[in-house]
């Protein structure tokens, strides 16, 4: 198996990288959209829908699309948002659950003292919950979220952060996530970048936007990152 060397820091995606989200998330996008009268979504829907963060997900859930609706009236929009904000904090995030694997491999890493960052879309405020209800919260010492910073994935602004903030050059730095937008921020940033088969990528095979190294489940990762002595 191929393995990267001279890894020092990694970032990783959370919903479909570590952790399966997305029922949470379609239950809270269809009470949104049933709300404001308009039909239901399914979690089928919605899997194909998410990793551009939530403003984009109910704007397609709205347009009932990948591709949103540019006529979209802003107020309904504005208001689903909000309606989806509340419904996905009042369902507690009970049906989310971590991957197989996921735990133990970033107790490993954390473990060996490699330092670990959450880059997500998902708008931070509810990132540290989810973190915490999972108990992986003590292996990162940054968290951001999709509105963090003024651009997000597919925008490497937050992995030239990280760099710039640990003092790391691109090849030290690992990107591991599920979805082409992790692999285009990577790319751009000239980091290393994992795609993992299992997340949501549009319904597209993630080895269609060419990550370094493709991994069918997350514990594979602690056999292709070698660690310096």
Known sequence: MEHFKGIKFIAFD???TLLDSVPDLAEAADKAMRTLGRPGVTVEQVT?????GADVLIGRALSRSLEVDPQLDPELHK???????RFYDAGGHKQ??????????????????VPMAIVTNKPAQFVPHLLEQHGISDYFVDV???????????DPFALHWLMEKHQLAATEMLMVGDSRNDILAAKAAT?????LT??????QPISDSDPDIVLDHFSLLAEVVKLDS
């Open 79 to 85: 208001e689903a948002r909000q309606l989806f904000d």
């Open 96 to 113: 989310s659950a971590l991957y197989s694997g996921v735990k133990d491999t970033l107790a490993s890493f954390h473990q060996a003292g």
């Open 191 to 195: 980091c290393y970048v994992v795609g």
């Open 48 to 52: 194909t829908w998410i990793g551009n």
């Open 144 to 154: 951001i979220g999709g509105d963090t910073f003024p651009l997000k994935k597919p």
């Open 14 to 16: 959370l919903d479909g």
């Open 198 to 203: 299992y997340g949501y990528n549009y319904g």
